[in-house]
């Protein structure tokens, strides 16, 4: 037999996985809105840089809600750290109030009423451009998709569900006296309950359905092949679950209950005119007592 028929072995090594390249990171605020929006802030150890509203901070946010110098994020042997620096509102990761904690890639880092994304390692300019994609799809402040997410997706929905055939419904809804909420308890609390509420609700939200920021204090459901019944049962359990559950920011106990109105289509509509309907009964929930879900 040839050599050329012979059985060639081939040694596969495993692959090794690549070890994190903490040199490069970088800051990347995603919320609030505005002219810095997705501006990226790098990070080189050993300097620290100082996050606060001075004018000498390495990253100034000039805020109300953030004290003269913040916290400041600095390199611990392979690791970055962030420190409160005695701040008036306190630092916060992933939600939770700090005074020195160790930043892991895709952690949320919140000065005051700013947030932004640490991203580290090797493929950190990968990384940065999938953010900035994000934040054209996603509230930077809710985790929720955008308004402009949402109506796209009804773009897409609508046809589908009404060639199909199948019930295609929305949900509308906005948290009750939000304006008090602000008012009595500021603005930091009103962003809390913004962003505690969403997360509550994303857990109980399918993978088909789409749970959008529409703007303020007002978001909505899609919910795709949903009759109206059960639709309205959908309202009413995430009604349920926002009354039932505390809402608690620095030591206060905030009560939070939502008005929701609900619309079902079968034929096909324009994106607005559906919008209208769930609209005008969220309306007609508000002005009946609140805390209720109407379609």
């Not at 060639?8 to 990171?25: F, G, L, M, S």
Request: with cysteine; proline share 3%.
């Amino acid at each position: 037999m040839s050599d050329d028929w012979k059985t060639r072995v081939t040694q596969i090594r495993p692959v090794e996985k690549a070890a994190v390249d903490h040199e490069q990171a970088c800051l990347v605020l995603i919320y609030p809105p505005g002219s810095e929006l997705g501006k990226r802030y790098p990070l080189r150890g050993p300097e620290e840089v100082v996050i606060g509203r001075g004018a000498d901070c390495g990253i100034q946010v000039d805020r109300d809600s953030v004290s003269r110098k913040h916290a400041k994020v600095t390199r611990a042997g392979d690791l970055w750290q962030v420190v409160d620096l005695g701040s008036t509102n306190g630092s916060y990761v992933n939600d939770a109030q700090i005074t020195q904690c160790s930043l892991r890639d895709g952690d949320l880092l919140k000065i005051g009423n700013a947030i932004f994304k640490f991203l580290v390692g090797g493929n950190i300019e990968s990384s940065y451009h999938e953010e900035i994609y994000r934040m054209t799809i996603v509230d930077g402040l809710t985790q929720a998709f955008n308004k402009r997410y949402f109506i796209e997706n009804l773009e897409k929905e609508i046809p589908r569900c009404t060639r199909h055939q199948r019930p295609l419904s929305l949900l509308m809804f906005d948290i009750d006296h939000f304006k008090k909420i602000n008012d009595e308890h500021g603005h930091l609390t009103g962003d809390f309950v913004l962003r505690e509420m969403a997360r509550r609700i994303r857990t109980r939200v399918r993978k088909e359905e789409v749970f959008a920021r529409y703007g303020g204090e007002e978001f909505s459901l899609v919910l795709p092949e949903t009759a109206h019944e059960q639709a309205m049962k959908v309202g009413e359990d995430i009604r349920r679950l926002v009354e039932g559950d505390r809402f608690d920011f620095e030591g206060d106990h905030i009560p939070v209950t939502i008005s929701i109105g609900v619309a079902t289509i079968v034929n096909e509509v324009a994106p607005d005119a559906f919008i209208k309907v769930a609209d005008d009964n969220l309306y007609k929930a508000k002005k009946s007592g609140r805390n209720k879900v109407i379609g």
